[in-house]
């Protein structure tokens, strides 16, 4: 069926040379005046439906090959050849590959990721869980990429937005789940996988080093975690505790300087955040 569908017709006069082609105005969605095959003065008005989404996130989205053209200032999409290798970039643990995988990066139970990109942009205004994450991957992907200033504004529009400043230096691994706002996350910071992160939580400096930290660790409100110290795989901090040491794996730590409180069981789901039921067996 063609989407060019006749709605009316009108006189037009004939001296003006007629177009057999869509204009680039009709491509957008504007009328287009087309003439007949016989030449006649009847002229076709024509319509085509414009699609505002598609082309804000065709705008938005970062060429991925590129390449600079003497005498041009502006970089150019460079097409490949049909030997060439034009697979995505694998994912690392930490950093995402593509623009397309920072939507979906760290998609766990928690934090589903919407199915359409209307629902994405919709996401990304409404819903504090989903946009701290993609505005983190963002501003990774853009900055591992020489993009600084497209960086900045990801960084800023996640700080203004959800009070999430994360530096484009620190590792943090796929599934973290930012459980509210004031989260301060230094440039040398490692986190693993599936961390929880809950309100005014800070990893910085002290001594020269940045804190590491395990798979599946959850860090309550006003937590402090400074310098170069190592916190295991599913370990607890608990709230308002200023960590300046080792914390073992599966332990549970609380306090100013944190001390243990107990060892966590193995879990009956690993899924499960602390506290919740199958978190822990028995």
Known sequence: ???????????????????????????????????????????????????????????????????????????????????ADVSSPMDSPTRPGSWNSCWSFDENRATPTPRGWLRRLAYLCLDKRYSAVVLLRLTQYHYDRGHLNRSRIAGRMNSVLNGVEVSPRAQVGSGVIFHSSRVVIGGGTNIGRNAHLFTNVNFGLRSGGYPTLGDGVTVF????????????????????????????????????PTTPIRTQRPPVDSTRQFGEPGSEQG
């Not at 699609?51 to 150019?76: E, F, I």
């Open 221 to 256: 409100a006003n937590a402090v975690i400074t310098g170069n110290i190592v916190i295991g795989d599913d370990a607890v901090i608990g709230p308002n505790s200023v960590v300046l040491g080792n914390v073992a794996a599966r332990t549970v730590v609380a306090g100013v």
């Open 1 to 83: 069926m063609n989407p060019l569908a006749p709605v009316t017709r009108i006189g037009w006069p004939a001296s003006i040379r007629a177009s057999r082609t869509r204009s680039r105005r009709a491509q957008r969605g504007v009328v287009d005046l087309l003439s007949s095959p016989t030449g006649a003065a009847d002229r076709v008005l024509y319509f085509r439906t414009f699609y505002p989404v598609c082309h804000v996130l065709r705008y938005l989205r970062p060429q991925r090959a590129t390449s600079t053209a003497p005498g041009v200032g502006r970089l150019r999409e460079v097409k490949a050849s049909k030997n």
